[in-house]
């Protein structure tokens, strides 16, 4: 499965953006999620789905403000009240199996995106 992800950029703090990440092919039994990276921090689980029954989880950082979904092949994440601390290059990956398993461990992902930058000032 590959990933491309789109949708990142700037804006400035409480803003919105919208990412988006098409997948080569349908997923099932796997745990759809995003990371960030941001400059000289580890990579982080930011927000994961699962594909069967759309069981959805989000680090305390982005919650009630960050919104995963995914449509047929395509994975999103809505960013809204944007802070400068979710300054990062934003990743898609997919991780064989229920997000219970596989959590924000990135070991777990086997297919990652490219990446997207998104800069919030």
């Known amino acids: 499965v590959q990933l491309v992800e789109s949708g990142g950029g700037s804006v400035r703090a409480g803003g919105s953006l919208r990412l988006s990440c098409a997948a080569s092919?349908?997923?099932?039994?796997?745990?759809m999620g995003w990371f960030r990276q941001a400059p000289g921090k580890e990579r982080e689980g930011v927000a994961s789905?699962?594909?069967?029954?759309?069981f959805t989880a989000y680090a305390d950082s982005v919650k009630g403000r960050f919104t995963i979904s995914r449509d047929k092949k395509t994975l999103y994440l809505q960013m809204d009240i944007l802070k400068p601390e979710d300054t990062a290059v934003y990743y898609c990956?997919?991780?064989?199996?229920?997000?219970?398993?596989?959590?924000?461990?990135?070991?777990?992902?086997?297919?990652w995106g490219q990446g997207t930058q998104v800069t919030v000032s």
């Open positions: 990956a997919a991780a064989p199996g229920t997000c219970l398993w596989a959590g924000y461990d990135d070991s777990k992902y086997k297919y």
């Open positions: 789905i699962y594909d069967v029954d759309g």
């Open positions: 092919a349908y997923t099932y039994n796997r745990c």
